[in-house]
């Protein structure tokens, strides 16, 4: 129900999917995810074992809006 009253409903994070496509019949409005800048130093910094603090430098922060 709180959804239903919501002005925006929004998934957001680096492992968020991207794409808008798939949410099309659901509430959600807004996508925030990253995209990698660098995939080597991204996957290097995930093999070793790092968190989003550790690849974010590699990526950059984007944004979908949902279509419906």
């Keep these: 129900k709180?959804?239903?009253r919501a002005r925006?409903?929004?998934?957001?994070?680096?492992s968020t999917i991207l794409a808008p496509e798939a949410f099309r019949y659901t509430?959600?409005?807004r996508l925030f995810g990253v995209v990698f800048r660098d995939a080597?130093?991204?996957r290097q910094?995930?093999?070793d074992g790092?968190?989003?603090r550790?690849?974010?430098?590699y990526a950059k922060?984007?944004?979908?809006?949902?279509p419906g």
Excluded at 8 to 14: A, C, K, R
Excluded at 54 to 57: D, H, L, M, P
Aim: hydrophobic letters at 45%; a positive charge; charged letters at 15%.
């Design 8 to 14: 925006e409903t929004v998934i957001l994070g680096p």
């Design 2 to 4: 709180q959804i239903r």
């Design 45 to 47: 910094a995930i093999a």
């Design 61 to 66: 922060k984007v944004e979908a809006a949902v």
């Design 27 to 29: 509430p959600v409005t």
């Design 50 to 52: 790092g968190g989003t």
């Design 40 to 42: 080597s130093a991204s």
């Design 54 to 57: 550790s690849f974010i430098r």
